[in-house]
């Protein structure tokens, strides 16, 4: 099993930049598929970006495509959310998970999940 552990989260104003962290601990991370979630003050929790194992396929929500990139470093066992062109909708926690496929992410049908960091932007 993967342990996650989210940073990065804080204030900033809409047009700004953030960059997510998600350390993971345990020898299995480069064998999982990763991805961000988010859950914005009384609504569902949804699915914001995913990549394969190997960094080679990445999948986005159509409300960020274009404006945030989701990376991996195997080697340093963590995952990245690279936020540009903020917006005051993108106010929300922001959570990593892992799951054995790539394809599942999406659905929700995860093996872990981290604890969420803080996004507010201002407007």
């Known amino acids: 099993q993967v342990q996650l552990v989210e940073s990065g989260g804080g204030l900033v104003q809409a047009g700004g930049s953030l960059r997510l962290s998600c350390a993971a601990s345990g020898r299995t991370f480069s064998t999982y598929a990763m991805g961000w979630f988010r859950q914005a003050p009384g609504k569902e929790r949804e699915f914001v970006a995913a990549?394969?194992?190997?960094?080679?396929?990445?999948k986005y929500a159509d409300s960020v495509k274009g404006r945030f990139t989701i990376s991996r470093d195997n080697t340093k066992k963590t995952l990245y959310l690279q936020m540009n062109s903020l917006l005051p909708e993108d106010t929300a926690v922001y959570y990593c998970?892992?799951?054995?496929?790539?394809?599942?992410?999406?659905?929700?049908?995860?093996?872990?999940w981290g604890q969420g960091t803080l996004v507010t932007v201002s407007s």
């Open positions: 990549i394969s194992w190997s960094g080679g396929t990445t």
């Open positions: 998970a892992a799951a054995k496929l790539l394809a599942t992410i999406r659905g929700g049908d995860l093996d872990a």
